[in-house]
């Protein structure tokens, strides 16, 4: 566990970077689908990170709360599942439906796509603009432990402004929980 100040990941302005993966109901997904209706969030997410399970709920009640401002989350896991068997496909269906999560959640086995955004914590954001743009790059909060405790609402500010057409005040900041888990 740790926090990300890695110097690889994607800049702000970057485009988003392009990938097909697997959803949790079994179509394909890229993209190009994911983003061509708005702004679009994506977290690299698992199921076994305790960062992660402490802010799952505040994922979902925030794309909840954004889905009428043309924000769309998505979830990608790309995690090791050999030495993570937690963080299997199969996995990913059941946690999926236990905490119904109103986004899509995909698999990255080959663990490219983290590779092309220079993912390497989750939970990590990269939230891109209407112009299919990098606008912000961090953490959904300080806290995710508890919510009641959070006092820089990161995601949801940078989404604000996304949303208002400007550039976020605060574009990165750093992301703390589980580093991605590398396959050998």
């Given at each position: 566990m740790g926090v990300s100040t890695n110097e690889s990941s994607i800049r702000i302005g970057a485009p988003l970077p392009p990938f097909e993966l697997k959803n949790v109901d079994g179509r394909t997904l890229s993209s190009a689908d994911l983003s061509k209706d708005g702004i679009l969030a994506v977290i690299f997410s698992c199921n076994h990170c305790p960062y992660v399970q402490g802010w799952e709920d505040r994922m979902v009640q925030i794309q909840k709360d954004y889905a009428g401002k043309g924000v769309r989350f998505v979830c990608i896991n790309?995690?090791?599942?050999?030495?993570?068997?937690?963080?299997?496909?199969?996995?990913?269906?059941?946690?999926?439906?236990?905490?119904?999560?109103?986004?899509?959640?995909?698999?990255?086995?080959?663990?490219?796509?983290?590779?092309?955004?220079?993912?390497?914590?989750?939970?990590?954001?990269?939230?891109?603009?209407?112009?299919?743009?990098?606008?912000?790059?961090?953490?959904?909060?300080?806290s995710h432990k508890d919510p009641q405790a959070v006092k820089s609402h990161d995601l949801r500010n940078a989404l604000d402004s996304i949303a208002a057409g400007m550039a976020p005040s605060v574009s990165e900041t750093y992301s703390i929980g589980c580093t991605i888990k590398w396959k050998r």
């Open positions: 790309s995690n090791d599942d050999v030495n993570y068997p937690e963080d299997s496909f199969e996995e990913m269906v059941k946690r999926h439906r236990q905490k119904r999560f109103n986004f899509p959640y995909l698999r990255d086995d080959t663990q490219n796509t983290a590779r092309s955004f220079g993912a390497t914590h989750t939970p990590e954001v990269f939230v891109f603009g209407r112009d299919g743009k990098l606008a912000y790059h961090g953490r959904i909060d300080e």
